[in-house]
Structure formats: structure tokens, C-alpha cells
């Protein structure tokens, strides 16, 4: 399980080529790291990644984040599914 993120919303806003090395490139390589390893990966997202007009997400809903933390969790998703795409995304 990957916990390990700058999670505050504010910290990251303005702040996008600091946070992505913790946020992206991180989750990257621990993906990368479970794969040669066949192991396991859980990633925890955010509903920052939703544009937050409404309260309640299915999993099939579009991605369309309007912060920058919402901008990191989408790639860091992303670069952790294109490591091992059978990362469990929660």
C-alpha cells in the first residue's frame, strides 16, 4: 500500500514541478518495483481528480481535476497503471 504523498491540496497549488517527484515519479517506482517483484500495489487516490461539481463518484466517472494535487493524483495513477496494470486503485 502507497500512502506516501504531499496530500494537502494548498501545499501542492502553484507548487506542480516540486510535488511531482514525491507525487508521480514515487508512485512510478514503486509500481515499477512491485512489478519485477510480482507483487501487489495499492494506490490511494483522491476525489480531487473529479471536478468537484458533485458529491458522489462511480469509478467509471471521467477524471477532471481543477487543482493541482487533482493533476498530480491523475498522472501518478496513470504512470502507476502503466507499471503494473494490475495496481488496485482505491
Excluded: W
Amino acid at each position: 500500500m502507497h500512502t506516501a504523498a504531499e496530500g494537502s491540496i494548498d501545499a501542492v497549488a502553484g507548487h506542480l514541478e516540486i510535488f511531482r517527484p514525491l507525487n508521480v515519479e514515487v508512485s512510478r517506482k514503486l509500481a515499477a518495483c512491485c512489478a519485477r517483484n510480482d507483487s501487489q500495489f495499492v494506490f490511494f487516490s483522491s476525489k480531487a481528480v473529479y471536478k468537484g461539481e458533485e458529491g458522489a463518484y462511480d469509478d467509471d466517472d471521467p477524471v477532471d481535476p481543477v487543482t493541482d494535487y487533482g493533476r498530480l493524483q491523475v498522472q501518478a495513477a496513470s504512470a502507476v497503471l502503466s507499471e503494473l496494470p494490475s495496481s488496485f486503485l482505491t
